[in-house]
């Protein structure tokens, strides 16, 4: 058994991937699932810190704390420098992230029963877009990181490499296949050669026709909803008396997975306080009131899940409503507020993104001198893959393509854990 490992460390899920007797297996990692939601809740009340589901369980069951989640975002920007306060102490956002791949590393060692030294950590095509030093930086923090836990050998893989590695082991001829990999923070895209013969060269770079990403993720589409239909509930959009808009500042952050604690301070308390007092119209006063009672509460993670939990059941439904019951006045009146949204409002929310992923493709398939009509398959990966519209949009750059579905959630990760044995044998 290989002490080598495959980290999929995501912005949404993470899950670590390795070789046993001859086959790739994801460890499992949370109530016997093999997916680790990437969060991170230091409970007050109870004086403990829960990771995954039982973080996102302890927060939406009213204990008292800090909830964390997208930290994957925070690698390349200044923000990983920087510092936030937990319980009367101030937390590096760097030793965060330490933490959650500490304990994502002991969970997988416990459910293999042995110590892993070597590792291949997935990495988006771009960590941030158009910044080669930021990029750069990106990855050499979690390499950082990854030896702070306890990593010795540590190596990186395109996250739609290994899906494509992953999708290889079960193919019986060569096939021409573009790889969509759409996760909580990037969309990345691999045009490459895979084959039984291919499968067995350690080095693939001759088999990569083109590569490409782009920052749009899971969490993005998160958002594009949450600024169309649930943040007009709390003002977004209104007028002041004075004919100015309302600042919109407080709204992207709150509709933001990894900003949302930037709303939760006292300055903006101040703020709304002061906004309140130039609003003449009762509508947008109520609504308003609405979003300062949901800031005092500290609700903006569950408002957000909202939102999430909107999307995933667009991937099945053409219409979603539901009553945001946390949604209230400051005098707590019962006024019932609905999310409410059809698959098509979903569509022209995301719809800039789309377009953004559209070119993105087009540049990867143009700059690697091939022609739609020769990709053979579409192989789609990530758990944000699962939306429709942006499904549609991919299928029709390559419509003689057959469309096949990996592991959304799992495809990464055993990609990774081949990669690894392979490497480290």
């Known amino acids: 058994m290989a002490q080598a490992c495959g980290v999929d460390f995501g912005t949404s899920n993470s899950t670590v991937g390795w070789q046993q007797t001859g086959r790739t297996a994801l460890l499992q990692l949370e109530d016997n699932k093999v997916t680790l939601p990437s969060v991170v809740f ?63 590393k002991s ?68 096939e021409l296949v573009l790889v969509a990999d759409i996760g909580g923070g990037t969309s990345d895209f691999s045009l490459i050669r895979l084959s039984p013969e291919r499968s067995q060269k350690i080095e693939r770079h001759s088999d990569i026709l083109g590569h490409g990403g782009v920052h749009i993720g899971g969490t993005d589409f998160d958002k594009y909803l949450s600024l169309a239909h649930i943040m007009p509930l709390l003002g977004s959009g209104g007028q002041l008396s004075s004919g100015i808009a309302m600042p919109s500042s407080y709204y992207y952050n709150l ?60 991937s099945e439904q053409d219409h979603v409503r539901r009553i945001l019951s946390r949604l209230k006045s400051k005098d707590l009146k019962a006024d019932a507020c609905y999310l409410d949204v059809t698959q098509t409002g979903f569509d022209s929310a995301i719809a800039p993104l789309m377009t953004t992923i559209q070119t993105t493709i087009s540049e990867v ?32 750059l390559a419509p003689a393509a057959k469309q096949v579905e990996g592991d959304l959630f799992g495809s990464i990760g055993a990609g990774l854990g081949l990669d690894a044995a392979r490497r480290y044998a």
Do not use: C
Request: charged share 25%; no cysteine; glycine share 8%.
């Open 42 to 104: 230091f409970n007050a009340d109870e004086n403990e810190t829960n990771f995954g589901r039982a973080a996102l369980n302890s927060y939406l069951e009213g204990y008292e704390g800090r909830l964390m989640r997208s930290m994957k975002s925070l690698l390349g920007t200044a923000l990983l420098d920087g510092q936030t306060e937990v319980q009367g102490r101030s937390l590096p956002f760097k030793e965060l992230l330490t933490l959650f791949i500490g304990e994502l």
């Open 365 to 396: 398939v143009q700059s690697a001198g091939i022609k739609p009509k020769q990709i053979d398959t579409l192989f789609f990966t990530g758990g944000s893959s699962g939306v429709r519209g942006l499904r549609r949009g991919i299928a029709s």
């Open 107 to 174: 969970r997988a060692e416990r459910d293999a029963g042995q110590h892993f030294q070597q590792a291949v950590f997935g990495r988006p095509v771009h960590f941030i877009d158009d910044d080669e030093k930021a990029d750069q930086q990106a990855q050499n923090s979690l390499e950082e990181i990854a030896h702070a836990v306890g990593f010795k050998d540590i190596a990186f893989q395109f996250e739609p490499i290994a899906a494509a590695i992953d999708y290889e082991s079960r193919i019986s001829k060569e």
């Open 255 to 314: 509709a933001t997975w990894h900003t949302i604690n930037l709303v939760y301070t006292q300055k903006v308390a101040r703020e709304l306080h002061d906004v309140l007092r130039e609003i003449d119209d009762a509508d947008l006063r109520t609504r308003v009131e609405r979003l300062m009672h949901l800031l005092e509460q500290r609700d903006g993670h569950w408002l957000a899940i909202q939102a999430e939990e909107a999307k995933i059941a667009l």
